[in-house]
C-alpha cells in the first residue's frame, strides 16, 4: 500500500523554523522525484519546493527561496522541509508529492502549518 506520510505541523510562532517531515512507504522512494506544495485557504495548491530522486537538483518557489530547505534521505525513505523565517502568509495545508517522470505520482494527506503568535 502506498502512503506518504507528512508530519511536523502546528502552530507556530511568527519567526519559527518549524521541519516537516514526509515518510514514504510502498513504492521505491528512491526512484521518485518529490516536492513539498501548500494550499492556504481559499488559494488554489501552490509548488514550493522540489528535489530530485537522488537529492542533487533542488529547486524552490520564490516565495520561499533563502527560507526554505528541501532535503531527502533515500535509506530512510523521507523527505523534509526545513522552514525558517515563518510569516503569517505561509499559513497552509502542506503536501507532500512523489512523481516520476512518467506521470505517475501519490500525495499525502497533508499537515496543517499555522503562523500566528
Known amino acids: 500500500q502506498v502512503q506518504l506520510v507528512e508530519s511536523g505541523g502546528g502552530l507556530v510562532q511568527p519567526g519559527g523554523s518549524p521541519r516537516l517531515s514526509c515518510a514514504a512507504s510502498?513504492?521505491?522512494?528512491?526512484?521518485?522525484?518529490t516536492r513539498w506544495y501548500r494550499q492556504a485557504p481559499g488559494k488554489e495548491r501552490e509548488f514550493i519546493a522540489g528535489?530530485?530522486?537522488?537529492?542533487?537538483?533542488?529547486s524552490y518557489a520564490d516565495s520561499v527561496k533563502g527560507r526554505f530547505t528541501i532535503s531527502r534521505v533515500n535509506t530512510k525513505n523521507t523527505v523534509y522541509l526545513q522552514m525558517n523565517s515563518l510569516k503569517s502568509e505561509d499559513t497552509a495545508v502542506y503536501y507532500c508529492?512523489?512523481?516520476?517522470?512518467?506521470?505517475?505520482?501519490?500525495w499525502g494527506q497533508g499537515t496543517q502549518v499555522t503562523v500566528s503568535s
Open positions: 528535489i530530485s530522486n537522488t537529492g542533487g537538483v533542488t
Open positions: 510502498g513504492f521505491t522512494f528512491s526512484s521518485y522525484a
Open positions: 508529492n512523489a512523481a516520476r517522470s512518467s506521470g505517475l505520482q501519490f
